[in-house]
C-alpha cells in the first residue's frame, strides 16, 4: 500500500514530467513555425527572382539578343 507522502512525491514527479513535456512540445511549435516562415520568406525571395530573371530576358530579347 502507498502511503500518503510516497503518493504526493509520486504526484510531483509524474508532474514535473508532464510540465517538461508540454515545454518540449511548445518548444517544438515554435522551432515548426519559425521553419514555416522561413520557408514562406524564401519562397517568396524565390518567387521574385524568378520574376527579375523573366523580365531581364523579355528586355534582353526585346533588344533582338539571345538568351544564352
Known sequence: MIDRKEL?????????????AEERERLAIVRAERAEQS?????????RAHRLIDRLRAQIASMGCTVV
Do not use: I
Open 8 to 20: 504526493k512525491a509520486r504526484m510531483a514527479g509524474e508532474t514535473r514530467v508532464r510540465m517538461a
Open 39 to 47: 520557408e514562406r520568406n524564401l519562397t517568396a525571395e524565390l518567387d
